[in-house]
């Protein structure tokens, strides 16, 4: 199975500031990378599939980069409702694989 | 605009068979590009790829749950079924069913189910 790790796996941050999430694949995964965010006691979000493609309707504030086996969701100025658990996923190989998740808290 | 609800039962007996049903609306399961999943999270802890279904009927499961799972189609219902036998406390988990966008640059699961928890006691 594919691992994905992500770090960091928790951040404090206000009201503006630029977040970076990174998530690593254990093997090269090209851009078959998806990021979800979820809030609690809900079901995930798609926010960016294949590494960089902004879902129809998630904020332009978010954004995806990355190939192989590093990537980085990127939030450019924090809004109040961005405050949960992102994660990602990949689908290279079966059985596809989640990272643990970062949750973005209030600083 | 698709929408999926999970049903079954929450709280279900050690050694005993899960059975949950994922109800899709606004939309059909046979539609093309698409296939049907399940998911897993257990409470504070990361998600878990369960398997997949086309409409054709074909399966995948995950390795680590192979043996004891099975996912099917009903397309005159437009739904997919889940069955895990042999449960313990470790397969209790909030149990999500998604729709999977499937192309040939990515896979990714949209829209999901609220999700139902399922509990495993005696």
């Known amino acids: 199975d594919i691992q994905m790790t992500q770090s960091p796996s928790s951040l404090s941050a206000s009201v503006g500031d630029r977040v970076t999430i990174t998530c690593r694949a254990s093997q090269s995964i090209s851009t078959y990378l998806i990021w979800y965010q979820q809030k609690p006691g809900k079901a995930p979000k798609l926010l960016i599939y294949?590494?960089?493609n902004l879902q129809s309707g998630v904020p332009s504030r978010f954004s995806g980069s990355g190939s192989g086996t590093d990537f980085t969701l990127t939030i450019s100025s924090l809004q109040p409702e961005d405050f949960a658990t992102y994660c990602c996923q990949q689908s290279y190989s079966l059985p596809w694989t989640f990272g643990q998740g970062t949750k973005v808290d209030i600083k | 605009q698709v929408q999926l609800q999970e049903s079954g039962p929450g709280l279900v007996k050690p050694s005993q068979t899960l059975s949950l049903t994922c109800t899709v609306s606004g939309g059909s399961v046979s539609s093309g590009g698409y296939y049907w999943s399940w998911i897993r999270q257990p409470a504070g802890k990361g998600l878990e790829w369960i398997g997949r279904?086309?409409?054709?009927?074909?399966?995948n499961y995950n390795p680590s749950l192979n043996s004891r799972v099975t996912i099917s189609v009903d397309t005159s219902k437009n739904q997919f079924s889940l069955k895990l036998s042999f449960l313990t406390a470790a397969d209790t988990a909030v149990y999500y069913c998604a729709r999977v966008t499937e192309t040939t640059f990515s896979d990714w699961f949209d829209p999901w189910g609220q999700g139902t928890l399922v509990t495993v006691s005696s």
């Open positions: 279904v086309y409409p054709s009927g074909s399966t």
């Open positions: 294949a590494a960089s």
